[in-house]
């Protein structure tokens, strides 16, 4: 199948090369010449695990290419995915002058039948949208169809959820163009879910909003068991072996950050909104979030009283691990309500130290490695889960630290391994430990 990728973007890279690793023909367009030349060699501009191995054997084994020509890259596409962004727009809506802008190159490039498969996040309406703008210009030349097929790819692993996931989402009108895209992805050996096309648009919000509704929940579960002496893990261990809670999307923390979440739901209140529908339950997971990014400055305030001129270090600033993604990170508002407060902030992250520096305030110092960001600290605040946190020494904490005090938002050491090396520990939804064993 000859097949082409419009964005090469995070989705729409991954999705290239997965397609040409199972055996099809990918063109990857994007307008950007700078970074297509870069794409050409084999260089992924984002840090995602296999995804450059991947890209250099189909590049060498002539399966997947990259331009920036439109002449080019729409030639001889029997189907077209389009995975441009759909950033949110200030109201908290969809912005699809993206995709709308490729619909109108397809219009202009396409020489042939083609099936439009739309991967990006989109409003529901707007496949039928996207397909009006299309036929409206190609004026019953070709024979087009539009398929959704939203992706559910998690950052850090999504070459392995690509090949494992849990389904594959089809949404069709017309039959024949739903069996393209089965057979397209047969070869990755995921079941695949067939329904109509605003059915499927509806599934990736309605999926993404229920796991944000889960962290938001096991949250604010968190906070309450501060209040009465619980511990949130053995709560959520003992809450997911209910099946029908299952295990996962249980770990409290600082809140969800990324590039789905914050704009998913956001998006989907908008969507309900316009259709007088007050999402009131999700609107509330939206800002519990908000109120749990802030919740280990209030704890560092209450225990170090006024923060001004105290060293403050922070570990991790990825919204997640394994990424160097750093869009809407806790570590962004942590860091400027620490730097609003007038502490000196120092900051350490494996990967995603590069585009910190491009994003969190000025005032905010970076340090070496880990143990280099807590030298003579009067606190430490985690904020991302690295396994190289999770696994460091906390007998070295104690001895490079001015004051050995952490503020744990993602529940990274055990509570008795805390009391051993000696540290004030505060944690998320576990009782704090404030003295030696
Ligand atoms: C998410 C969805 O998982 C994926 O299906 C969708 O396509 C895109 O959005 P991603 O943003 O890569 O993927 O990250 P994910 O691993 O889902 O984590 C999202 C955020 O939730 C992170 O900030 C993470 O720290 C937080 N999280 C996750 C928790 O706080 N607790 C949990 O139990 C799980």
Not at 295 to 310: M, P, T, Y
């Amino acid at each position: 199948m000859k097949i082409s990728v419009v964005g090469t973007g995070y989705v729409g890279l991954v999705t290239g090369v997965c397609l040409s690793e199972i055996g099809h023909n990918v063109t990857c367009i994007d307008i950007n010449e700078e970074k297509v030349t870069s794409l050409k060699k084999g260089k992924s501009p984002i840090y995602e695990p296999g995804l450059e191995e991947l890209m250099v054997k189909n590049i060498e084994e002539n399966r997947l290419e990259f331009t920036s020509d439109l002449v080019k890259g729409y030639s001889g596409a029997e189907v077209i995915y389009i995975a441009v962004g759909t950033p949110q727009m200030e109201d908290g809506s969809a912005d699809l002058s993206y995709v709308e802008s490729v619909a109108k190159d397809v219009a202009t490039y396409i020489k042939n039948d083609s099936i439009i498969v739309i991967k990006s996040t989109v409003p529901v309406g707007t496949n039928e949208r996207v397909l009006a703008i299309i036929q409206s210009l190609v004026k019953g030349k070709y024979k087009v169809n539009i398929v959704s097929n939203p992706e559910f790819l998690r950052e850090g692993s999504a070459v392995k959820d690509t090949f494992h996931g849990d389904r594959i989402v089809i949404g069709y009108a017309e039959e024949s163009a739903g069996r393209v895209l089965e057979s397209i992805n047969k070869p990755f050996g995921i079941p695949i879910f067939k329904t109509d096309i605003r059915s499927a648009e509806m599934i990736k919000y309605a999926s993404n909003a229920f796991l944000a509704t889960k962290i938001s929940f096991i949250n604010e579960i968190a906070n309450i068991c501060e209040k009465i002496d619980a511990n949130i893990e053995d709560v959520s261990k003992g809450m997911g072996l209910d099946k029908r809670i299952g295990e996962h999307f249980l770990n409290a923390g600082i809140g969800y950050g990324g590039s789905c979440f914050p704009k998913d739901t956001k998006a989907l209140v908008q969507i309900a909104g316009q259709n007088l529908y007050d999402f009131e339950l999700l609107s509330s997971v939206i800002r519990v979030n908000s109120n749990q990014q802030y919740l280990l400055v209030e704890k560092l305030k209450q225990r170090l009283g006024n923060l001004s001129g105290k060293t403050i270090a922070l570990w991790g600033l990825a919204f997640k691990p394994n990424t160097d993604d750093m869009r809407e990170a806790p570590s962004i508002v942590i860091s400027q309500r620490l730097v609003d407060e007038g502490a000196n902030v120092i900051a350490y992250d494996p990967i995603a130290i590069g585009n910190a520096k491009k994003i969190l305030n000025k005032e905010v110092a970076y340090a070496e490695s880990f143990s280099d960001a807590i030298k003579g600290a009067d606190a430490l605040l985690i904020l991302t889960e690295w396994n190289e946190v999770k696994t460091f020494n906390l007998e070295e904490i104690n001895q490079l630290m001015k004051t050995p005090i952490i503020f744990d938002g993602r529940n990274c050491f055990d509570l008795k391994d805390a009391m051993k090396a000696n540290i004030e520990y505060y944690s998320i939804g576990r009782p704090p430990v404030t003295h030696a064993e």
